[in-house]
Every structure is written in C-alpha cells, then in structure tokens.
C-alpha cells in the first residue's frame, strides 16, 4: 500500500523524486569529514544532504526531516535546515509559544503584534511543548 501511495503521489506531482548533482555530494562528503560524522552516514543520507544543499544554492529553503545525529550535525555544518520527525509527523502536535529573541520575553500564540511591544524587535515562534494525540 504504501508503495501504491507513493507511486499515485508521483504521478500526480505532489511528490517528487529528485537526486542531486555529483559536485554538491562531494561537498557534504568534505563537510561530514570535517565534522567527523562521514563514517556514521549512509549513501542515500549523503545523497538526502546533497539534495538539500544544491536546493539552497538555488535559493530554495529545504529541510531535512530526520531523527539521525549525524545527519542533523552535517545539516548544520553545510547551513541546511533540519526538523526531527517527533516534532514534524503526526504522533505529536506542538503548542506554539511566540518569543522576543532579544529580551526573551515571551508571547501568547495567538499574540496579534508580530514585534515585541517592549523592545520592538520581531518575534519568532517555537513549540511549548509536544502533545501526544
Ligand atoms: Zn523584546
């Protein structure tokens, strides 16, 4: 079935199956030697980072959904953008706080100011906490 699924979601394009150019694989190969992480990784986990940094070059906004470390540390050596799969699926909803990132002060979710009425700077958001369904 999921393998129906997955075929269906190629077909009508909401999915699409993508590897990504030599050159950009050689340098999350570099990065990963750099950060000691190369013999944790996987062939497929080189191609997943290497996917996602010729994204970003291109000045797309990927990000990598995984629970792995070393993918997750690579990600971070190379300036991609990584989630983990307990705050990204569907076992868990999270509760939004809102945050001032200069005095840290903090904001309901459903705060209508999108600035921090104390110091003006932008607010950003994280989870509260991790709620199981
Ligand atoms: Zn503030």
Not at 4 to 23: G, Q
Not at 107 to 117: E, F, Q, R
Request: proline share 5%; net charge positive.
């Amino acid at each position: 079935m999921p393998w129906v699924r997955f075929n269906a979601a190629v077909e009508s394009k909401r999915l699409k199956v993508r590897t990504s150019r030599d050159v950009f694989f050689h340098e999350v190969k570099e990065a990963s030697k750099k950060v000691g992480d190369e013999r944790y990784l996987s062939e497929t986990d080189f191609q997943v980072l290497a996917l996602a940094l010729e994204l970003k070059r291109r000045g797309l906004y990927p990000m990598i959904v995984t629970d792995d470390y070393s993918i997750q540390n690579v990600a971070n050596q190379i300036g991609v953008d990584f989630t983990s799969l307990l705050t990204y699926g569907i076992k868990f909803r999270f509760n939004w706080i809102q945050y001032c990132p200069a005095c840290h002060r903090k904001y309901p979710p459903d705060h209508k100011l999108k600035v921090c009425k104390v110091c003006g700077t932008t607010l950003k958001r994280k989870p509260l906490r991790k709620t199981s369904l």
